[in-house]
């Protein structure tokens, strides 16, 4: 009995506890961090929830913006009209304005119409607001790009009017045309009939993403081409800038700078040029480049010098970052052979560093490329693009627009057609934003070392 | 006091590499080494050795003036190398490192190929005439660093890939490779194994044939085994300095007795 009794444990001891079953505590702190995980989940699903939301609004929007409703009609070039003088000569032709050309085209459309079996008793020139106020211009500059086609039937391949090309988008309808003075319902008929007879069709429109702006009446001939130069022009400015200036500026605070009073302020005032709104860029650069240093207004040199400003924290706060990853025993391995400080930065920190430059190189460029608000100031939003610069000079020099202001632009005109076209632009533009992280990653990739 | 005075003709007669007199060194307002005279000879293997924090690596990297990259750090005092001052300013520090090299605790590859690991140094300092050149001493070097059976055939493989006592000896091999006329090593051996510990203490053996040699260590038996002379360091003091066999056997501070029979540390 007594030996029994000693080799039980004292009953004052606590009850031994078991690990297959879980006590209170564990209970409770296994709850809060399932609760915490499904806090994280429900965030990542409502974020891709938006993103989600945000991506089918975009190209549902946007996509019909790539296509165009065109019509085929055979223009007759009638040397009376065209080529008054006789003699081909193109300086003498030009004297014919667009005005001049719209009977043969209107006529032609009219033939065209009666021709597939339609009759009508509208006037030919009503007839033809079936076609885009564009398509004189497009005959003219054919005909005087090739003065040999006079006197020919040539084939043209028209754009219909904003309106026609909303029908078959299926942004107008026949009600809405009761209120619109530009197109009736009578119109729709007839483009019912020729759009089974193939005369009138949508088509994909390479015009939309190389073409240039057209005025506000003109959705249709519409294009972000021009801008998109704009914008390139602008991005190249940048590139050189910031670059090289942004990784030499954090090469010196980073290795090279004492650490005193002045690179502290000159540090701290870096973080606070990230975080300065961008219209005050803007206005900088206003004063400064166009009012100072009489720059031309709207030009993507100005754009690219005050987008340099704006992207240059960025740049060298990433770079900074980039170098003080780079463990300081590489630093002390390059000095301990004998290597100068210059050789020991350039020849191993640098390299090391190199995929995190690159990457907030390309961030704080797709930062620019989307920024708006500074170009306000300079004139590039509200300028219409509506000629490709010619030659390298006048990329950077003649005004222009950006893509971004391009869009903004675009939403800001009454026409429902231009509200399709900024969402199509914001599909190149985000193709574009796109194209540079995927960049930016593969660029990691590839320089990415171990050390 | 005896002692003393045997170090002292010790040492005048054989040569004097570097010869360090009152050295003090300040990290802001702390007085890492106070007042400290050692004469470090040629073609001799030196310890430091002493409790953690007492001032071994900031001594040591005085040698080749590597503190000279600490913004807070001041050196007092003057370090003669060939009875030149290396604190003189006229010296240019890189060109000093050439001539002092150093070997840090942690083994620090560049993140290149075991050949340019080697390469870089030579190259930077214009050694090799030619690709043959360069060739040989790559080899020489890794030879010297008792790694180069284990590497010869993947020279083109990244130095970072090789493991942590090769990584090392890299360093050494590299080290070597500039041809210093002194080498520091700052705890070569704390992150290898016995073998590779081994393998590197027969390395500094064979290296003291030609170079002067300062190694701190925290490891008793090592500084025993690879040293000629030992310097015991304590609070930044420099207590005892003598014969390796004289410091272990018979030190005259108690201090140093109570460290090398494991009371303090
Ligand atoms: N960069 C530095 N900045 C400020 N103080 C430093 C710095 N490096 C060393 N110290 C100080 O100087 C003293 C000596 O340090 P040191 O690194 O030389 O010691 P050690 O003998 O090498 O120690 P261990 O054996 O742990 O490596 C310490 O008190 C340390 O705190
Ligand atoms: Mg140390």
Redesign the interface.
């Given at each position: 009995m007594s030996l029994a009794d000693a080799n039980t444990p004292a009953p004052s001891a606590a009850p031994k506890s078991s690990i297959l079953t879980t006590d209170a505590r564990t209970k409770k702190r296994n709850r809060a961090e399932a609760r915490f995980k499904a806090y994280g989940i429900g965030a990542i699903v409502l974020g891709l929830a938006f993103l989600a939301a945000l991506l089918v609004s975009i190209i549902g929007n946007g996509i019909p913006a790539y296509t165009q409703t065109f019509v085929t009609v055979p223009v007759y070039l009638d040397p009376a009209v065209v080529d008054k003088q006789g003699n081909r000569d193109p300086a003498e032709m030009a004297k014919t304005t667009t005005f001049g050309y719209a009977p043969l085209i209107q006529n032609a459309f009219a033939t065209e119409v009666s021709q597939n079996g339609i009759t009508t008793d509208m006037a030919p020139k009503k007839l033809a607001d079936i076609l885009s106020a564009s398509a004189t211009g497009q005959v003219r500059q054919t005909v005087l790009d090739d003065p040999e086609l006079v006197g020919q039937t040539v084939e043209f391949r028209l754009l219909a009017s904003s309106r026609v090309d909303g029908y078959l988008k299926g942004r107008v309808t026949r009600e809405a045309l009761a209120r619109d003075k530009n197109l009736d319902a009578a119109h729709l008929d007839i483009i019912d009939t020729l759009r089974t007879a193939g005369v009138v069709n949508r088509t994909w429109n390479w015009d939309f993403i190389f073409g240039a702006d057209a005025s506000e009446s003109r959705p249709e001939q519409a294009g972000i081409g021009v801008s998109m130069v704009g914008s390139l022009f602008m991005m190249l400015v940048v590139l050189v800038l910031s670059l090289p200036i942004g990784v030499a500026t954090s090469i010196y605070l980073e290795e090279f700078a004492p650490k005193n009073r002045w690179t502290d302020i000159i540090e701290v005032n870096i973080s606070n040029l990230a975080a300065v709104p961008s219209i005050v860029f803007g206005i900088l650069g206003l004063a400064v480049f166009i009012q100072f240093g009489h720059l031309p207004k709207s030009a993507p040199l100005v754009g690219g010098l005050v987008l340099t400003l704006m992207t240059l924290p960025t740049i060298i706060i990433s770079t900074r970052a980039a170098l003080s990853a780079v463990p300081p025993s590489i630093r002390d391995a390059a000095l301990g052979i004998g290597a100068s400080k210059m050789q020991s930065v350039f020849h191993h920190v640098l390299p090391l560093a190199m995929p995190g430059i690159l990457t907030g190189t390309i961030i704080g460029l797709a930062q620019a490329l989307g920024e708006t608000a500074p170009l306000l100031l300079i004139g590039m939003v509200g300028y219409i693009a509506s000629n490709m610069p010619d030659g390298i000079a006048a990329g950077f020099m003649a005004p222009n627009s950006a893509m971004p202001a391009q869009i903004y632009e675009w939403a800001k005109r009454a026409d429902p057609a231009y509200y399709e076209r900024a969402w199509g632009g914001i599909i190149i533009l985000l193709l574009f934003l796109m194209t540079m992280n995927i960049i930016a990653v593969i660029l990691r990739r590839r320089f990415e070392r171990r050390w | 006091m005896n002692d003393m005075r045997l170090t002292k003709q010790d040492v005048d007669m054989q040569d004097v590499k570097i010869s360090a007199k009152g050295v003090q060194v300040f990290y802001g307002d702390t007085h890492a080494i106070k007042d400290v005279d050692v004469e470090i000879k040629d073609k001799t293997v030196t310890a430091f050795i002493g409790p953690s924090g007492c001032g071994k690596s900031t001594f040591l990297r005085c040698l080749?003036r590597?503190n000279d990259?600490i913004?807070i750090c001041r050196v007092e005092g003057s370090i003669q190398l060939d009875g030149e001052n290396i604190y003189d300013k006229r010296v240019d520090p890189?060109?000093l490192?050439?001539?002092v090299?150093?070997?840090?605790q942690?083994p620090?590859?560049?993140?290149k190929s075991i050949y340019d690991n080697i390469a870089?140094?030579p190259r930077?300092?214009g050694l090799a005439k030619n690709k043959a050149d360069l060739d040989e001493i790559v080899e020489k070097s890794l030879r010297r660093g008792a790694i180069w059976n284990e590497v010869k055939d993947r020279l083109h493989a990244?130095g970072?890939g090789l493991s942590g006592g090769q990584q090392q000896r890299l360093?050494i091999a590299?080290?070597v490779?500039?041809e210093p006329e002194v080498l520091l090593m700052d705890e070569p051996c704390s992150a290898l194994d016995p073998i590779a510990t081994a393998q590197v203490e027969e390395l500094i053996d064979e290296l003291r044939a030609n170079y002067s040699v300062v190694i701190v260590t925290h490891s008793m038996q090592q500084a025993a085994r690879v040293s000629q002379r030992t310097a015991f360091f304590h609070l930044g003091n420099l207590v005892e300095y003598g014969e390796t066999g004289t410091i272990f056997t018979n030190p005259t501070d108690p201090r140093t007795e109570s460290y090398i029979t494991g009371r303090i540390g």
């Open positions: - | 080749n590597m990259t913004d890189v060109q490192r050439a001539k090299g150093m070997v840090f942690k620090n590859p560049f993140p870089y140094g930077i300092h990244p970072t360093c590299r080290a490779a500039t």
